[in-house]
């Protein structure tokens, strides 16, 4: 992964993360959910962008605007993701608008949707950034979602199997129960 593995306190090891984005909120975000051995950090690395409606006059203009705009938003998002790997944890989760929550702190985990699973996590306190609950969607192109997905499913259930209730409904994309099954 690239991360530092240890802090100046003792050892915290960073032993995967996937990307979402948090869903819910006025303007979405891309945050990657690191898993170490003692806790979830939420780290963003910066705004998702919607895309716009297309259509009707100016839209060429319109889609050559939210073109430029997510190429910074993206560019935006690996220098704050390169910044991550330079990083211990711990400096990681005291970035303002990141937080660490210890696994104790963490009352369940729902996964529901139909072709695109949602994680919603639900604190036992308010957090560092005030979310009692925080529900996010999988990040990632037609290259890495899969891979992204997986990575979700393995970590959860390694991390989090008693507190998971996986609510996926059955449909053509019964694969994604499969993954987020508990062992």
């Known amino acids: 992964m690239g991360l530092r593995f240890s802090e100046k306190n003792g050892t915290e090891n960073i032993l995967g993360s996937f990307p979402v984005t948090r869903t819910g909120v006025w303007s979405p975000s891309i945050y990657n959910i690191y898993f170490t051995d ?20 100016g839209g060429l203009l319109a889609s050559l605007v939210w073109v430029a705009t997510e190429d910074g938003r993206q560019k935006k998002r690996s220098e704050a993701q390169g910044g991550y790997e330079r990083m211990w944890p711990q400096e990681i989760a005291d970035c303002k608008d990141n937080v660490g929550v210890p696994y104790d702190d963490v009352s369940s985990v729902t996964i529901k949707g139909r072709s695109v699973p949602e994680i919603i996590f639900v604190f036992l306190r308010k957090q560092k950034l ?20 997986r990575s979700a ?10 507190k998971l209730d996986n609510q996926l409904q059955d449909t053509k994309y019964s694969h994604l129960r499969k993954i987020f099954e508990n062992l």
């Open 38 to 57: 003692r806790r979830i950090i939420f780290a963003k690395l910066g705004g998702a962008g919607t895309v716009p409606d297309m259509g009707g006059p």
């Open 130 to 149: 005030g979310w009692e609950k925080a529900s996010f969607i999988l990040y990632g192109d037609s290259n890495t979602y899969n891979e992204n997905l």
């Open 153 to 162: 499913g393995v970590l959860l259930r390694r991390f989090l199997p008693y």
